[in-house]
Nanobody, 125 residues
């Protein structure tokens, strides 16, 4: 069965850092786009970042320069390093995989077929 399992969330103060991880199994994730999304209470799930099969990365403007997405194809693990965290980064963070091979990774939630259960990130001031 296809599984995406996030970990690494927690509570930090403003300016702190967290590193999220997403373990993937049951699918050749190295051959597809993978991404991170987040959803704050009362808001829609929003795209945060994606990484292509070739390692090209894209970021939402709100996290550019602070977050870094990476993947380890040997262990099928996706990462999100989050630095200089702000209260507005508070959300449930989800990793996702798009099984359609694309030249450029999509930022659309509906393009992603597989989702993890999420990990909570809380940033307090």
């Amino acid at each position: 069965a296809v599984q995406l399992v996030e970990s690494g969330g927690g509570s930090v103060e403003v300016g702190g850092s967290l590193r999220l991880a997403c373990g993937a199994s049951g699918y050749p994730f190295s051959s597809v786009c993978m991404g991170w999304f987040r959803q704050a209470p009362g808001k829609q799930r929003e795209w945060v970042s994606s990484i292509s099969t070739g390692g090209s990365t894209t970021y939402a403007d709100s996290v550019k320069g602070r977050f870094t997405i990476a993947k380890d194809s040997n262990t099928n693990t996706l990462y999100l390093q989050m630095n200089s965290l702000k209260p507005e980064d508070t959300a449930m963070y989800y990793c996702a995989a798009d099984r359609t091979q694309r030249s450029f990774c999509s930022q659309a939630r509906l393009s992603y077929d597989y989702w993890g259960q999420g990990t909570q990130v809380t940033v307090s001031s």
